[in-house]
C-alpha cells in the first residue's frame, strides 16, 4: 500500500476537449472522435499536446515540475448513466532496467464537476510498462487526498488483459448510478472486463476527459477511435 500512495502521489490529470477544432463545449451524443481532421496543439513546458498521424499525442518532454491540464468536454446535459472508450497506444518511454517502477498511465474518466470547478469524478486507466489497470476516484476538492494527489485507487491491479509498450489497449469504462445512492464502475480492457467497482461519492456526470501522465520525460502516449455514449 506504501508504494501504491507513492505512485499514486505522482498522479497528474491532462485533460483535453475531445472536439479538436473547437466550439460549443457542450457535445451531442454520441460523440465519436477518430483525429482525422484535428489540427489543436496545446503545449506548455513540461506536457505537449498535439494530433499526428490521426492520433491525439501526449508527449511529456520533462516530469521535474508537475503540470496539468483541464479541459473537460461538458456533456449535453446532466446524465446519470454514461461510458466513455478508446484507444490507448504507449509509444515510447523511459528505456530498459527502470520501467517496471515507472509510473506511466492513459485512460479516460467521467466527471460529475462541471468545467469550471475542480475535478471530482471517476477515472479508467492503463499502466502498460505494468500489465496494470486501475479505477480511480478523484476528488480535487478534497484535502485529505493531496498526498495521493486527489486519486484514490477503488482497483489498482494486475492483469494479463492489458498490452504492453507500443500496442494498442482499447478501453472502455461505464458509470452507472444505482437506485441505491451509489455509482456502479466497470472496466474492459482489449474485449475483456478486467474490474467492478461501487462508489458513494459523486452522482450526475457533467463531463468526460481524455487522461496521461508519466512520472518520466520522453514519454508519447497517444490516444485513438474515442466514444462517448449514454448508457441504460
Known amino acids: 500500500m506504501v508504494a501504491l500512495i507513492r505512485l499514486m502521489s505522482l498522479l497528474?490529470?491532462?485533460?483535453?476537449?475531445?472536439?479538436?477544432?473547437?466550439?460549443?463545449?457542450?457535445?451531442?451524443?454520441?460523440?465519436?472522435?477518430?483525429?482525422?481532421?484535428c489540427d489543436s496543439t496545446d503545449v506548455d513546458e513540461n506536457v505537449a499536446i498535439s494530433c499526428?498521424?490521426?492520433?491525439?499525442?501526449?508527449?511529456?518532454?520533462?516530469?521535474?515540475?508537475?503540470?496539468?491540464?483541464?479541459?473537460?468536454?461538458?456533456?449535453?446535459?446532466?446524465?446519470?448513466?454514461?461510458?466513455?472508450?478508446g484507444d490507448v497506444i504507449l509509444r515510447s518511454a523511459a528505456p530498459g532496467e527502470a520501467t517496471t517502477r515507472h509510473f506511466v498511465a492513459g485512460g479516460f474518466g467521467c466527471w460529475t464537476s462541471p468545467p469550471d470547478q475542480r475535478v471530482q469524478g471517476y477515472l479508467f486507466i492503463v499502466l502498460p510498462l505494468r500489465h496494470v489497470f486501475g479505477i480511480l476516484r478523484v476528488n480535487e476538492q478534497d484535502p485529505s487526498l493531496k498526498?495521493?494527489?486527489?486519486?484514490?485507487?477503488?482497483?489498482?491491479?494486475?492483469?494479463?488483459?492489458?498490452?504492453?509498450?507500443?500496442?494498442?489497449?482499447?478501453?472502455?469504462?461505464?458509470?452507472?448510478?444505482?437506485?441505491?445512492?451509489?455509482?456502479?464502475?466497470?472496466?474492459?480492457?482489449?474485449?475483456?472486463?478486467?474490474?467492478?467497482?461501487?462508489?458513494?461519492?459523486f452522482r450526475g456526470f457533467q463531463s468526460v476527459a481524455i487522461f496521461a501522465r508519466s512520472s518520466e520525460s520522453a514519454t508519447d502516449i497517444?490516444?485513438?477511435?474515442?466514444?462517448?455514449?449514454?448508457v441504460d
Open 12 to 37: 497528474v490529470l491532462t485533460v483535453l476537449a475531445l472536439h479538436c477544432a473547437g466550439g460549443d463545449d457542450r457535445q451531442v451524443l454520441p460523440i465519436r472522435e477518430d483525429y482525422s481532421d
Open 52 to 85: 499526428e498521424n490521426g492520433q491525439l499525442k501526449f508527449f511529456f518532454k520533462k516530469t521535474d515540475v508537475i503540470s496539468a491540464h483541464h479541459m473537460p468536454a461538458e456533456l449535453p446535459k446532466t446524465m446519470g448513466s454514461v461510458a466513455v472508450e
Open 147 to 201: 498526498k495521493l494527489n486527489f486519486a484514490y485507487p477503488l482497483m489498482f491491479h494486475p492483469s494479463e488483459s492489458v498490452d504492453g509498450l507500443g500496442a494498442v489497449n482499447h478501453i472502455r469504462g461505464e458509470c452507472r448510478e444505482g437506485g441505491d445512492g451509489a455509482v456502479g464502475l466497470t472496466m474492459w480492457v482489449n474485449g475483456d472486463e478486467v474490474g467492478r467497482a461501487t462508489d458513494s461519492h
Open 222 to 230: 497517444r490516444f485513438d477511435n474515442f466514444l462517448v455514449e449514454q
